[in-house]
């Protein structure tokens, strides 16, 4: 309806991205048909003395605010809205239960080309297939030629299926690809894709408990229920999930999949073109905002039928969502450190309450709060108690190299194990939970240590680089030769680092091949990648990284897996620790004996009687679960208490601790003692890119009490002065105490 002078006018509420809380009033442009605008829609409107994005949030017959003092929108940027009220709707219950403005909840689900306001505009990426004349050239000429012969092999291995500029982009170089089509060996097709899925190529078949599993949750495909998938590591989880996504997109509906890491897009990303006729999209930070973009607009108009993305995805909208998967839904990646602090894990499950649709966790080693939430009905729990195919379960030891001879953290009876390993033909993975070469630098002389000015951390020896690094701030200085405070040239390394280790390996094994996968050894584009195909090429005989393989890769031929050093965690003072230690230790070990020959895991220990270690090899992780999640009850930890953390930090440390004194004394006197009001006290760091941290915690055995608390803190803490060199962060749910 046209916005008539003889009427009162139609206001605009629209979301802002600012840090204040809270909805704007204005007036509509003019001349504008107010009945075909809908919540959904990006807004230019005036801000103060400049121009902003905004998101139209409601309309609405009355305004709190003068309405002669209102000013209208500028433009009105999108025909039709780009969020669906579901999408409107998620994004408002984000923002209430993790207190984080509405505006920049919304902008967070945009791309950033979107967010600024440029055109909705979708371009579908090129396909390519390989002409009669590049058939024929091809394959005889390229002996020398890797980056061409990685360009072949990807339309050898399905010659259906045409292929898209990323993927082609990801397999080789763009040089080669342009070279290609110079010679008119590559063809630009256009072949529009179906919904409609592939012959399911040969495999494992699905066993009686993975039958079970699609078939709970196949059953419920147009109903909220939430799935947790708990199978042991080869167990076939991954076809467990390709035959219920195939029955959702049979229904033309589409799926959103969830890795908490960005290099299992790849692998996972693979699987599926082989066996979809689709378009699959893949959203994640490590791809240019234009890629990023294409994906989104691709999904949310419905041309992609899949979604493969890590956390940052999952405020893509969809046309018809049909599935949401989580994939490791135990990862610590899949909660936000910064900004919108959310659990992505949380968020799916929400979602797909206002959907209407189910979700599927998946994991090895699901998390306590999940296992909790099966307990209590919540979640139905499947489960997968044995590999899949003819793999069977490796071998856990505990080696116990106290007074034991070590060669860069490598006992003489892993070294044998190695030796034997590679004399069968098999493939060895060592987990080295650290990168660069030693953590900390001392001089053996007066004791100095290497230490980071802007952090209470010691620097970390990166030998190949000549650096000391500060894996914190990233703070790099000149490795010395000499002690900065006695001259001595007596400066020794401490500690252990895959760098270390890998120049170990390469002295110990010169005839063999040693690949080493971190996030400094993987930074060039590509090169994970090229990692990843030598060591399934069999190219690879040691493979030494870390936590990077601890999640979801095959590697088939691995048939000897050692922990390095398995006592790292078991004493910390974070109470999250054990459990995440327990979950990688059974993740690393399960990279082990995939396939048909067995496999052995060795996990080196100082404490072989830790009660941890010897639950998990004599019981499994089920039972340190159990046990652990009784010391939480115990305890009044989470998943039995529900936390909120209150994150202050300053250059001068004193005005953070007063500050969060004062909000302490707030949240003391604004509730009737349904919440425990914990410090303030010093972050566990205390001191990080030259600022000083405080926090405080806010604990209460149910959720209302503690939102009641957050909800009135905007209003109670307008009386307390915040200095403007104060920082603040409110964190719901906290997974990281530091």
């Known amino acids: 309806m046209a916005n008539l002078?003889?009427?009162?006018?139609?206001?605009?509420?629209?979301?802002?991205?600012?840090?204040?809380?809270?909805?704007?009033?204005?007036?509509?442009?003019?001349?504008?048909?107010?009945?075909?605008?809908?919540?959904?829609?990006?807004?230019?409107?005036?801000?103060?003395?400049?121009?902003?994005?905004?998101?139209?949030?409601?309309?609405?017959?009355?305004?709190?605010?003068?309405?002669?003092?209102?000013?209208?929108?500028?433009?009105?940027?999108?025909?039709?809205?780009?969020?669906?009220?579901?999408?409107?709707?998620?994004?408002?219950?984000?923002?209430?239960?993790?207190?984080?403005?509405?505006?920049?909840?919304?902008?967070?689900?945009?791309?950033?080309?979107?967010?600024?306001?440029?055109a909705a505009q979708y371009s579908p990426s090129q396909q390519y297939r390989l002409t009669a004349l590049g058939h024929a050239m091809a394959g005889g000429s390229l002996k020398n030629a890797p980056k061409q012969q990685a360009l072949l092999k990807l339309f050898q291995e399905n010659p259906v299926r045409a292929k898209t500029h990323p993927e082609l982009v990801s397999a080789s170089a763009r040089a080669v690809l342009k070279k290609w089509l110079s010679q008119h060996w590559l063809a630009v097709v256009d072949e529009p894709k179906s919904t409609a899925t592939t012959a399911q190529p040969a495999g494992f078949p699905c066993n009686p408990q993975q039958h079970a599993a699609i078939t709970a949750v196949t059953q419920k495909l147009h109903r909220f229920a939430v799935f947790l998938l708990e199978g042991v590591t080869g167990s076939g989880k991954t076809e467990v999930y390709m035959q219920i996504i195939s029955a959702v997109l049979a229904q033309g509906r589409q799926v959103l999949v969830l890795v908490p890491e960005i290099t299992l897009t790849p692998?996972?990303?693979?699987?599926?073109?082989?066996?979809?006729?689709?378009?699959?999209?893949?959203?994640?930070?490590?791809?240019?905002?234009?890629?990023?973009?294409?994906?989104?607009?691709?999904?949310?108009?419905?041309?992609?039928?899949?979604?493969?993305?890590?956390?940052?995805?999952?405020?893509?909208?969809?046309?018809?969502?049909?599935?949401?998967?989580?994939?490791?839904?135990?990862?610590?990646?899949?909660k936000q450190q910064e900004g919108l602090r959310f659990s992505a894990r949380d968020v799916a499950v929400m979602r797909g309450k206002l959907l209407g649709i189910p979700v599927l966790l998946g994991s090895a080693t699901p998390s306590l709060e999940s296992l909790f939430n099966a307990e209590k009905k919540r979640y139905q729990l499947l489960h997968l108690p044995q590999r899949a195919g003819d793999a069977c379960e490796p071998t856990l030891q505990l080696l116990d190299i106290r007074n034991k001879k070590m060669t860069a953290g490598l006992s003489e009876r892993l070294l044998a194990e190695i030796h034997q390993t590679?004399?069968?033909?098999?493939?060895?993975?060592?987990?080295?939970?650290?990168?660069?070469?030693?953590?900390?630098?001392?001089?053996?002389?007066?004791?100095?240590?290497?230490?980071?000015?802007?952090?209470?951390?010691?620097?970390?020896?990166?030998?190949?680089?000549?650096?000391?690094?500060?894996?914190?701030?990233?703070?790099?200085?000149?490795?010395?030769?000499?002690?900065?405070?006695?001259?001595?040239?007596?400066?020794?390394?401490?500690?252990?680092?895959?760098?270390?280790?890998?120049?170990?390996?390469?002295?110990?094994?010169?005839?063999?091949?040693?690949?080493?996968?971190?996030?400094?050894?993987?930074?060039?584009?590509?090169?994970?990648?090229?990692?990843?195909?030598?060591?399934?090429?069999?190219?690879?005989?040691?493979?030494?990284?870390?936590?990077?393989?601890?999640?979801?890769?095959?590697?088939?031929?691995?048939?000897?897996?050692?922990?390095?050093?398995?006592?790292?965690?078991?004493?910390?003072?974070?109470?999250?620790?054990?459990?995440?230690?327990?979950?990688?230790?059974?993740?690393?070990?399960?990279?082990?004996?995939?396939?048909?020959?067995?496999?052995?895991?060795?996990?080196?220990?100082?404490?072989?009687d830790h009660p941890l270690l010897a639950t998990l090899i004599n019981a499994g992780y089920r039972r340190f679960a159990e046990m652990a999640l009784a010391e939480r009850q115990q305890a009044g930890l989470p998943p039995y208490s529900h936390h909120a953390l209150l994150r202050a930090e300053a250059v001068d440390p004193h005005?953070?601790?007063?500050?969060?004194?004062?909000?302490?004394?707030v949240a003391k006197t604004c509730q009737d003692g349904a919440v425990q009001v914990l410090g303030p006290i010093p972050a566990p760091m205390a001191r990080r890119a030259g600022k000083h941290r405080y926090q405080l915690l806010l604990q209460s055995p149910s959720r209302p009490p503690l939102h009641a608390l957050l909800d009135a803190f905007p209003e109670r803490l307008a009386g307390i002065k915040l200095s403007k060199h104060i920082r603040w962060s409110l964190d719901v749910d906290p997974l990281d105490f530091y």
């Not at 709190?64 to 408002?92: F, H, N, T």
């Not at 002295?507 to 195909?533: H, I, M, N, Y």
């Not at 005005?655 to 004394?665: I, N």
């Open 5 to 118: 002078h003889n009427r009162d006018p139609v206001i605009f509420r629209v979301a802002i991205p600012t840090p204040v809380d809270r909805l704007f009033d204005y007036l509509p442009p003019v001349d504008t048909e107010v009945g075909l605008i809908a919540p959904g829609v990006r807004l230019e409107v005036p801000f103060g003395n400049s121009k902003k994005i905004a998101f139209l949030v409601a309309l609405s017959e009355h305004s709190e605010a003068e309405v002669a003092k209102l000013k209208p929108v500028l433009r009105i940027l999108d025909a039709q809205p780009l969020l669906s009220a579901q999408d409107m709707a998620l994004l408002c219950w984000a923002s209430r239960y993790y207190h984080y403005p509405l505006g920049r909840v919304i902008a967070s689900a945009f791309p950033v080309a979107l967010r600024r306001g440029k």
């Open 267 to 334: 692998q996972l990303g693979q699987h599926f073109r082989d066996r979809f006729a689709i378009d699959i999209a893949i959203s994640h930070s490590n791809l240019a905002n234009g890629q990023r973009q294409q994906a989104w607009l691709g999904v949310q108009q419905g041309r992609c039928s899949l979604l493969l993305g890590t956390r940052s995805a999952l405020f893509t909208p969809f046309k018809d969502l049909g599935l949401i998967i989580l994939d490791e839904e135990h990862d610590p990646s899949f």
């Open 422 to 608: 590679l004399a069968k033909c098999g493939q060895v993975l060592l987990f080295v939970n650290r990168r660069g070469f030693a953590p900390t630098l001392i001089c053996h002389g007066c004791g100095w240590v290497g230490c980071c000015p802007h952090c209470d951390a010691h620097l970390v020896v990166h030998a190949k680089t000549g650096l000391l690094r500060c894996h914190h701030c990233g703070h790099n200085q000149a490795l010395p030769k000499y002690c900065p405070a006695c001259r001595s040239p007596q400066l020794t390394a401490l500690g252990l680092g895959t760098e270390q280790v890998e120049g170990a390996l390469v002295a110990l094994f010169p005839d063999r091949t040693v690949v080493r996968l971190d996030r400094d050894s993987v930074q060039r584009k590509g090169s994970w990648e090229r990692c990843l195909a030598q060591i399934h090429q069999g190219q690879a005989d040691i493979i030494l990284g870390t936590q990077l393989l601890a999640k979801g890769h095959h590697f088939p031929n691995v048939t000897l897996v050692s922990i390095i050093d398995a006592d790292s965690g078991l004493f910390s003072i974070d109470f999250h620790a054990q459990e995440r230690l327990a979950q990688q230790i059974v993740q690393v070990a399960g990279r082990a004996g995939r396939a048909e020959k067995p496999g052995t895991v060795i996990l080196q220990t100082r404490r072989p």
């Open 655 to 665: 005005m953070a601790q007063h500050w969060l004194q004062q909000v302490a004394e």
